[in-house]
């Protein structure tokens, strides 16, 4: 579903954020991406997204190379993307539901369609109850879990996670973890960025990336369980 052959980006001849990453990722697959800060974890899932292109290399996502996708093309390719960051970017001038609705208005899904498939996505992520809230009124955790339903809510079939977890306390964290492990039970290929111990601890396939290049586990790589 997901193949990085040789990429490597640079910024600057000094600094390359990935260098020469091959790496593939299978449907259904739920992968974590670990290492210390800066090791080009984000810039990675930016790259799948192709909210930044390789300097060198090929990524493909569902067929498609990431490096020849024109602007025209996407909205196509991210409609099938649920995309989380550790700032949320909900828009605090309306409610969790519109919130959650606008990546299907702005894709042009009806509103009685749009408000409906909201509805259900907020829950699967257990916040119905918060629908007509605005999102200030939400604690750290509620907000991100609204931010996993807005990024759900078109069906994608990959989820890209930078760090979902931050800042969150332990209680928090698992909710939104119990969340993103649902929706890769029925299916969904999830790659999540963390550095979070509890959550690696539980991890069956992790990738550690230090500076900007794979590390395989054993050959001075961070393991679950201790310092990321």
């Known amino acids: 579903m997901i193949e990085f052959h040789q990429v490597s980006k640079q910024y600057t001849r000094d600094n390359a954020a990935l260098s020469n990453i091959t790496l593939s990722v299978a ?14 974890k984000s810039t990675l899932l930016k790259m799948i997204a192709a ?7 090929t990524i493909t996502v569902n067929g498609h190379d990431i490096g020849r996708i024109k602007p025209s093309g996407l909205p196509y390719l991210r409609r099938n993307l649920g995309l989380i960051f550790q700032q949320q970017c909900l828009l605090n001038d309306r409610s969790v539901l519109a919130n959650v609705m606008l990546p299907l208005l702005v894709t042009g899904h009806p509103r009685i369609d749009a408000e409906k498939r909201a509805r259900a996505a907020l829950d699967k992520i257990g916040l119905l109850s918060k629908a007509a809230d605005e999102p200030m009124a939400l604690s750290g955790g509620e907000q991100q879990r609204v931010a996993i339903a807005r990024a759900i809510v078109n069906r994608p079939q990959i989820i890209l996670a930078d760090e979902p977890t931050a ?62």
């Open 167 to 228: 800042n969150l306390d332990r209680a928090s964290a698992a909710k939104v973890m119990e969340a993103l492990h649902a929706f890769h039970g029925v299916g969904v290929t999830c790659l999540i960025a963390t550095h979070d111990e509890h959550i690696l601890n539980e991890a069956k396939k992790i990738i550690y990336l230090e500076h900007g290049r794979l590390v395989a586990p054993g050959a001075n790589a961070p393991l679950p369980g201790g310092a990321a």
């Open 27 to 40: 449907k259904g697959e739920l992968i974590f991406l670990s290492g210390p800060s800066g090791a080009g």
């Open 51 to 57: 909210m930044e292109r390789p300097s060198s290399g």
